[in-house]
């Protein structure tokens, strides 16, 4: 099980909001530019909400803060240098923001396990391709975020560090894969943190913990794909932040990284990111209105009524404030069995000859995906190929035809469940074939390979007895609409900012 069999009672939430942790990336910068706080400074804050927090959420199991300390002192000297004028003082624009790598992405150095036992010594001789695109940009590396076992599924729980608690409520999960970040960034350990997506690992988390997470559109750049196939674009990486801005941040230095080069003065970072910030307002000003397609159960799939009836809430506030609603839904046919093939084929790709190995040590959800991709014919893999094609084209003709800017609907089909199931197995009643289905309001976008943005979309209660859980707003675009979906996610924040509102982050300590 993924949890000890006492599972810690649920806190009481606290009505207010000025407990969530209040940092952003740009005000942030523009404090350590003008020397009003230091990165060494920045870095024992974060420290001390880790050393509060993290024994009760697990989100940093593995930590290097020692490491980045040195990094801090160092970034504090070019950022005096810089404000002495001096033009050898470069810095990236992250300079100095604390941030977690997931456990899946090599660190030189440092404990790297995938959530395996079988690697649970494991140190790599050099950081993975997006941790050095992260780290060159500044970014203070201080953990590793908490995943489940080679980030297959979205519970985030392993037999070598545990399971991660829920921040909202501690006997609940995180979602996964990219759970440990979530919960890191929630609770204020971290500014920034990494993640992948195959099936839903940076999106389920985001909505599971109330924080931004993006799936980028797949596209391909070996660099960026660590594992054994760098070809594949079934799974990416990408950001998780607490804002859309901020997520932005990110994702420039993860796929934008000569733009994120450490050549200028941090102050000069915070001219030009000011600038771009203001010409992206300017540009939203003068969009018309904005069109969004919803579905409260992406064409039929089962979601959980406490999340539907929240969805409707964020629908009602978006229009409320001047957004078009298109209600409806594509059909995409045999979606499901395309990413049940695509991820067997991952599966056997990644794993097949740790499983020939090793396959008394590896849990049974791993050896269950390995098992269906060796079974697949070339027949089965070239109709999923194809499924994913059309699946692509049919969502962006109905984006297009519609004359969308997203498509809108519930991130997860139910809300956070506790720390002692696995994997959900029912919705309301309705039987799920595979400890996959309860995906499918994201896999289906990881199919067609779109990006996909979780955003918070307020809380729902199980019961009334019980406390309100996030619930998460995704929103979709067109390939390679990267950031015009930011452009719109961070409209539609702005409206939904109320609902995120009353409910205060709960002290695990209290």
């Known amino acids: 099980m993924p949890a000890a069999k006492n599972a810690p009672e649920p806190h009481k939430l606290k009505v207010a909001s000025d407990s969530w942790p209040g940092r952003d990336v740009a005000s942030t910068r523009q404090l350590l530019a003008r020397g009003e706080i230091s990165c060494q400074e920045l870095l024992a804050e974060h420290r001390q909400a880790v050393a509060r927090l993290n024994p009760s959420l697990n989100a940093l199991p593995t930590l290097c803060l020692s490491q980045a300390e040195g990094e801090a002192k160092r970034l504090d000297k070019l950022l005096s240098a810089g404000r002495a004028g001096r033009r050898s003082a470069a810095v990236g624009p992250l300079a100095g923001l604390p941030y977690c790598a997931k456990d899946m992405f090599d660190t030189e150095g440092i404990l790297t396990t995938y959530g395996s036992p079988i690697y649970a010594q494991h140190r790599p001789a050099k950081d993975a391709e997006i941790v050095t695109r992260i780290r060159r940009a500044g970014a203070l590396l201080i953990g590793k975020s908490n995943t489940p076992e080679f980030a297959a599924g979205s519970q985030t729980f392993n037999r070598v560090f545990g399971a991660t608690h829920n921040p909202w409520d501690l006997s609940r999960t995180c979602g996964g894969s990219s759970g440990g970040g979530a919960v890191a960034l ?161 599966f056997v790709a990644e ?23 060796l079974k697949l014919t070339a027949a089965e893999l070239a109709h999923a190929e194809k499924l994913r ?65 979780s955003l918070p979309g307020g809380f729902a209660r199980p019961s009334p007895q019980q406390l309100p859980l996030p619930v998460g707003l995704q929103l979709v675009g067109p390939w390679a609409g990267d950031d015009a979906l930011m452009n719109t996610a961070e409209q539609i924040e702005s409206i939904l900012a109320p609902l995120n509102a009353p409910f205060s982050f709960p002290d695990p300590l209290a």
């Not at 931004?212 to 799974?235: I, K, M, W």
């Not at 003065?265 to 000011?274: E, F, I, P, V, Y």
């Not at 984006?399 to 469940?417: E, I, K």
């Open 351 to 373: 794993l097949g000859e740790l499983y020939a190995t090793h396959r008394d040590q590896l849990k049974d959800t791993v050896v269950w995906n390995i098992e269906q991709g």
């Open 389 to 453: 094609s059309a699946a692509r084209r049919q969502l962006e003709d109905y984006m297009q035809s519609h004359r969308l800017d997203a498509l809108a609907g519930p991130t997860n089909q139910v809300l956070p469940f506790d720390l002692e199931t696995p994997y959900v197995s029912e919705i309301d009643g309705q039987r799920l074939e595979t400890y996959v289905d309860w995906l499918a309001s994201n896999f289906i976008f990881s199919v067609a390979g779109l990006p996909a943005l």
């Open 186 to 346: 929630r609770s204020g350990m971290v500014m920034l943190a990494d993640g992948s997506d195959l099936a839903a690992s940076l999106r389920n988390p985001a909505s599971f913990c109330s924080v931004v997470g993006l799936r980028p559109s797949s596209h391909l750049e070996p660099r960026l794909q660590s594992g054994a196939n760098p070809f594949n674009t079934l799974s990416v990486v990408g950001p998780m932040a607490r804002t859309v801005a901020d997520l932005r941040e990110l994702f420039a230095a993860i796929f934008d990284p000569a733009g994120c080069t450490p050549n200028q003065r941090l102050d000069q970072w915070c001219t030009q990111r000011k600038r771009e910030s203001q010409l992206r307002k300017s540009l939203n000003a003068k969009r018309k209105k904005l069109r969004v397609g919803f579905s409260n159960d992406w064409g039929g799939l089962p979601v959980q009524r406490e999340v539907r009836h929240q969805m409707q809430v964020c629908v009602t506030a978006l229009a409320a404030n001047g957004v078009e609603i298109i209600e409806g839904f594509p059909k995409l046919p045999e979606m499901r069995q395309a990413f049940l093939t695509l991820r067997g084929l991952f």
